[in-house]
Protein backbone atom coordinates (compact mmCIF):
# COMPACT_ATOMS: atom_id res chain seq x y z
CA UNK A 1 0.00 0.00 0.00
CA UNK A 2 3.02 1.93 1.19
CA UNK A 3 4.60 1.55 -2.47
CA UNK A 4 1.24 2.24 -4.33
CA UNK A 5 0.53 5.56 -2.88
CA UNK A 6 4.20 6.91 -3.71
CA UNK A 7 4.19 5.53 -7.02
CA UNK A 8 0.76 7.46 -7.18
CA UNK A 9 2.30 10.23 -6.38
CA UNK A 10 5.40 9.99 -8.74
CA UNK A 11 2.83 9.86 -11.37
CA UNK A 12 0.84 12.94 -9.71
CA UNK A 13 4.22 14.95 -10.06
CA UNK A 14 4.71 13.69 -13.55
CA UNK A 15 1.51 14.55 -14.69
CA UNK A 16 1.28 18.22 -13.15
CA UNK A 17 5.03 18.62 -15.19
CA UNK A 18 4.94 22.12 -17.28
CA UNK A 19 1.72 23.61 -15.22
CA UNK A 20 1.99 26.81 -13.64
CA UNK A 21 0.27 25.37 -10.38
CA UNK A 22 2.32 25.43 -7.38
CA UNK A 23 3.13 22.03 -6.27
CA UNK A 24 4.77 20.99 -2.38
CA UNK A 25 4.86 17.75 -2.14
CA UNK A 26 6.06 16.31 1.40
CA UNK A 27 6.11 12.61 2.18
CA UNK A 28 6.03 11.97 5.88
CA UNK A 29 5.62 9.39 8.18
CA UNK A 30 1.70 9.47 7.21
CA UNK A 31 2.66 9.29 3.92
CA UNK A 32 2.58 11.76 0.65
CA UNK A 33 0.41 14.86 1.26
CA UNK A 34 0.43 17.21 -1.99
CA UNK A 35 -1.03 20.48 -1.91
CA UNK A 36 -2.18 22.47 -4.75
CA UNK A 37 -1.90 26.39 -5.02
CA UNK A 38 -0.39 26.80 -1.74
CA UNK A 39 -0.11 30.26 -1.49
CA UNK A 40 -4.33 30.47 -3.26
CA UNK A 41 -7.26 30.53 -0.76
CA UNK A 42 -10.27 28.33 -1.88
CA UNK A 43 -12.40 29.57 -3.83
CA UNK A 44 -9.51 31.07 -5.47
CA UNK A 45 -9.41 35.11 -5.48
CA UNK A 46 -7.44 35.09 -8.94
CA UNK A 47 -8.93 34.26 -12.00
CA UNK A 48 -5.90 32.98 -14.03
CA UNK A 49 -4.54 30.78 -10.32
CA UNK A 50 -8.04 29.54 -10.12
CA UNK A 51 -7.98 28.25 -13.32
CA UNK A 52 -4.34 26.82 -13.14
CA UNK A 53 -5.31 25.18 -9.43
CA UNK A 54 -9.00 23.47 -11.18
CA UNK A 55 -7.31 22.33 -13.77
CA UNK A 56 -4.44 20.65 -12.50
CA UNK A 57 -6.82 18.72 -9.34
CA UNK A 58 -9.05 18.54 -12.21
CA UNK A 59 -6.42 15.96 -13.92
CA UNK A 60 -5.07 14.68 -11.15
CA UNK A 61 -8.86 13.19 -10.15
CA UNK A 62 -9.55 12.31 -13.88
CA UNK A 63 -6.15 10.04 -14.29
CA UNK A 64 -6.02 8.60 -10.71
CA UNK A 65 -9.77 8.36 -9.76
CA UNK A 66 -9.65 4.86 -10.31
CA UNK A 67 -7.09 4.77 -6.85
CA UNK A 68 -10.38 4.74 -5.31
CA UNK A 69 -11.50 1.29 -5.47
CA UNK A 70 -8.48 -0.01 -3.92
CA UNK A 71 -8.09 2.05 -1.60
CA UNK A 72 -12.08 2.14 -0.27
CA UNK A 73 -11.35 -1.76 -0.24
CA UNK A 74 -8.63 -1.38 1.82
CA UNK A 75 -10.22 1.39 4.40
CA UNK A 76 -12.93 -1.58 4.54
CA UNK A 77 -10.44 -3.90 5.22
CA UNK A 78 -8.81 -1.97 7.88
CA UNK A 79 -11.52 -0.15 9.71
CA UNK A 80 -14.38 -2.44 8.92
CA UNK A 81 -17.92 -0.82 9.20
CA UNK A 82 -18.65 1.05 12.00
CA UNK A 83 -22.64 -0.28 12.18
CA UNK A 84 -21.32 -3.70 13.14
CA UNK A 85 -20.45 -4.68 16.63
CA UNK A 86 -16.59 -3.93 17.04
CA UNK A 87 -16.48 -7.28 18.82
CA UNK A 88 -17.02 -8.74 15.60
CA UNK A 89 -13.63 -7.45 14.14
CA UNK A 90 -13.44 -10.36 11.93
CA UNK A 91 -16.96 -9.93 10.38
CA UNK A 92 -16.88 -6.01 10.50
CA UNK A 93 -13.80 -6.28 8.22
CA UNK A 94 -15.34 -8.24 5.92
CA UNK A 95 -18.02 -6.74 5.54
CA UNK A 96 -16.00 -3.53 4.95
CA UNK A 97 -14.27 -5.54 1.93
CA UNK A 98 -17.25 -6.43 0.42
CA UNK A 99 -18.43 -2.97 1.00
CA UNK A 100 -15.15 -1.54 -0.83
CA UNK A 101 -15.35 -3.68 -3.66
CA UNK A 102 -18.85 -3.45 -4.46
CA UNK A 103 -20.12 -0.25 -3.25
CA UNK A 104 -17.87 2.71 -1.91
CA UNK A 105 -15.20 1.28 -4.14
CA UNK A 106 -16.45 1.94 -7.61
CA UNK A 107 -18.95 4.96 -6.24
CA UNK A 108 -15.57 6.94 -5.33
CA UNK A 109 -14.11 6.15 -8.35
CA UNK A 110 -16.59 7.24 -10.88
CA UNK A 111 -17.24 10.21 -8.57
CA UNK A 112 -14.23 11.57 -8.58
CA UNK A 113 -13.39 10.66 -12.55
CA UNK A 114 -16.61 12.34 -13.17
CA UNK A 115 -15.66 15.59 -11.41
CA UNK A 116 -12.10 15.28 -12.25
CA UNK A 117 -13.41 15.49 -15.99
CA UNK A 118 -15.25 18.22 -15.00
CA UNK A 119 -12.71 20.43 -13.50
CA UNK A 120 -10.52 19.46 -16.12
CA UNK A 121 -12.30 20.73 -19.33
CA UNK A 122 -14.19 23.09 -17.22
CA UNK A 123 -11.06 24.54 -15.88
CA UNK A 124 -12.12 28.15 -17.58
CA UNK A 125 -15.32 28.30 -16.00
CA UNK A 126 -16.43 29.85 -12.74
CA UNK A 127 -18.02 27.56 -9.96
CA UNK A 128 -19.46 27.56 -6.75
CA UNK A 129 -17.92 29.26 -3.64
CA UNK A 130 -17.98 26.12 -1.91
CA UNK A 131 -19.14 22.56 -1.96
CA UNK A 132 -20.58 22.95 2.01
CA UNK A 133 -23.89 20.47 1.76
CA UNK A 134 -23.35 20.18 -1.50
CA UNK A 135 -22.95 16.13 -2.54
CA UNK A 136 -21.86 13.58 -0.52
CA UNK A 137 -17.97 14.74 0.10
CA UNK A 138 -14.77 12.70 -0.93
CA UNK A 139 -12.68 11.39 1.84
CA UNK A 140 -9.64 13.54 1.50
CA UNK A 141 -8.11 15.48 -1.71
CA UNK A 142 -6.92 12.87 -3.05
CA UNK A 143 -7.46 9.16 -4.08
CA UNK A 144 -4.52 7.61 -2.26
CA UNK A 145 -5.02 9.89 1.03
CA UNK A 146 -6.72 8.48 4.53
CA UNK A 147 -8.93 11.22 5.20
CA UNK A 148 -11.86 10.72 6.88
CA UNK A 149 -14.80 8.96 5.38
CA UNK A 150 -18.52 10.37 6.63
CA UNK A 151 -21.14 7.64 6.47
CA UNK A 152 -24.43 8.77 4.83
CA UNK A 153 -26.21 6.97 8.11
CA UNK A 154 -24.47 9.82 10.20
CA UNK A 155 -25.72 11.07 12.19
CA UNK A 156 -29.33 9.77 10.31
CA UNK A 157 -29.46 8.44 6.89
CA UNK A 158 -32.16 11.39 6.24
CA UNK A 159 -29.14 14.13 6.60
CA UNK A 160 -26.88 11.73 4.70
CA UNK A 161 -28.56 11.55 2.04
CA UNK A 162 -30.08 15.86 1.70
CA UNK A 163 -26.59 16.90 0.37
CA UNK A 164 -27.24 14.19 -2.70
CA UNK A 165 -30.46 16.04 -3.14
CA UNK A 166 -28.80 19.64 -3.25
CA UNK A 167 -26.53 18.59 -5.51
CA UNK A 168 -29.13 17.30 -8.02
CA UNK A 169 -30.83 20.47 -7.33
CA UNK A 170 -27.93 22.97 -8.01
CA UNK A 171 -27.51 20.70 -11.65
CA UNK A 172 -31.00 21.06 -12.41
CA UNK A 173 -31.35 24.97 -11.27
CA UNK A 174 -28.06 25.86 -13.33
CA UNK A 175 -29.19 23.77 -16.44
CA UNK A 176 -32.72 25.71 -16.46
CA UNK A 177 -32.04 28.80 -14.63
CA UNK A 178 -27.81 29.66 -15.70
CA UNK A 179 -28.71 32.22 -18.36
CA UNK A 180 -30.19 34.42 -16.53
CA UNK A 181 -26.66 35.37 -14.62
CA UNK A 182 -26.90 37.94 -18.28
CA UNK A 183 -29.30 39.90 -17.54
CA UNK A 184 -28.53 39.59 -13.73
CA UNK A 185 -24.80 40.59 -14.03
CA UNK A 186 -25.68 43.64 -16.43
CA UNK A 187 -28.28 45.07 -14.01
CA UNK A 188 -25.51 44.53 -11.39
CA UNK A 189 -22.83 46.41 -13.85
CA UNK A 190 -25.28 49.21 -14.69
CA UNK A 191 -25.87 50.30 -11.04
CA UNK A 192 -22.00 50.38 -10.57
CA UNK A 193 -21.40 52.22 -13.47
CA UNK A 194 -19.54 49.06 -15.38
CA UNK A 195 -22.18 48.05 -17.53
CA UNK A 196 -19.82 46.14 -19.93
CA UNK A 197 -17.95 44.59 -16.93
CA UNK A 198 -21.48 42.81 -16.22
CA UNK A 199 -21.98 41.62 -19.79
CA UNK A 200 -18.74 39.83 -19.89
CA UNK A 201 -19.35 38.59 -16.31
CA UNK A 202 -22.98 37.71 -17.20
CA UNK A 203 -21.73 35.78 -20.61
CA UNK A 204 -18.94 33.93 -18.03
CA UNK A 205 -21.15 32.74 -15.34
CA UNK A 206 -24.44 32.27 -17.41
CA UNK A 207 -22.26 29.54 -19.38
CA UNK A 208 -20.55 28.12 -16.20
CA UNK A 209 -23.91 27.69 -14.57
CA UNK A 210 -24.81 25.40 -17.46
CA UNK A 211 -21.63 23.58 -17.82
CA UNK A 212 -21.51 22.93 -14.05
CA UNK A 213 -24.90 21.52 -14.81
CA UNK A 214 -23.32 17.51 -15.42
CA UNK A 215 -23.61 17.46 -11.49
CA UNK A 216 -27.20 16.25 -11.78
CA UNK A 217 -26.85 13.37 -13.09
CA UNK A 218 -23.80 12.35 -10.99
CA UNK A 219 -25.71 13.39 -7.80
CA UNK A 220 -25.69 10.30 -6.15
CA UNK A 221 -21.27 10.27 -6.02
CA UNK A 222 -19.08 11.57 -4.05
CA UNK A 223 -17.50 14.79 -5.09
CA UNK A 224 -14.63 17.54 -3.57
CA UNK A 225 -15.42 18.94 -0.39
CA UNK A 226 -14.23 22.43 -1.40
CA UNK A 227 -14.65 23.94 -4.84
CA UNK A 228 -10.83 25.69 -6.15
CA UNK A 229 -11.90 27.93 -9.23
CA UNK A 230 -12.59 31.40 -9.43
CA UNK A 231 -16.59 31.72 -7.41
CA UNK A 232 -19.69 33.11 -9.00
CA UNK A 233 -21.16 35.96 -6.95
CA UNK A 234 -24.64 34.78 -5.99
CA UNK A 235 -25.93 31.24 -5.08
CA UNK A 236 -28.30 31.24 -8.23
CA UNK A 237 -28.50 32.03 -11.20
CA UNK A 238 -31.46 34.51 -10.62
CA UNK A 239 -30.48 35.77 -7.74
CA UNK A 240 -28.93 39.01 -9.42
CA UNK A 241 -31.71 39.73 -11.07
CA UNK A 242 -34.18 39.65 -8.22
CA UNK A 243 -31.71 41.07 -5.54
CA UNK A 244 -32.92 44.78 -4.42
CA UNK A 245 -31.32 47.73 -6.03
CA UNK A 246 -28.96 49.98 -4.11
CA UNK A 247 -30.31 52.69 -2.97
CA UNK A 248 -28.90 55.80 -4.45
CA UNK A 249 -27.07 58.00 -2.43
CA UNK A 250 -28.08 61.60 -1.62
Not at 75 to 104: A, C, D, R
Not at 198 to 216: D, F, H, M, N, Q
Not at 232 to 244: I, M, Y
Request: proline letters at 4%.
Amino acid sequence: MRNARLLTAGLLVLSLAGCSTQVSLDAGASGSRVTLCADEGRPAKNVGKGMANKFARGFVDAVTGWVEWPMQTYKGYEHGVSFINKGNGGWSKTVGVLKGLIFSGPGHAIGRTGSGLGEAFGFWTANRADNVGVGCPLDDEFAWEEGKPVSIFEPTLADGVKPMGWKFVHGVANFLTGWLEIPGQIRKGYNKGATGMGIVKGLWYGVSRTASSGEAVLFLFPNAKDTCGYAWEDQWGWSALTAPAPMAKK
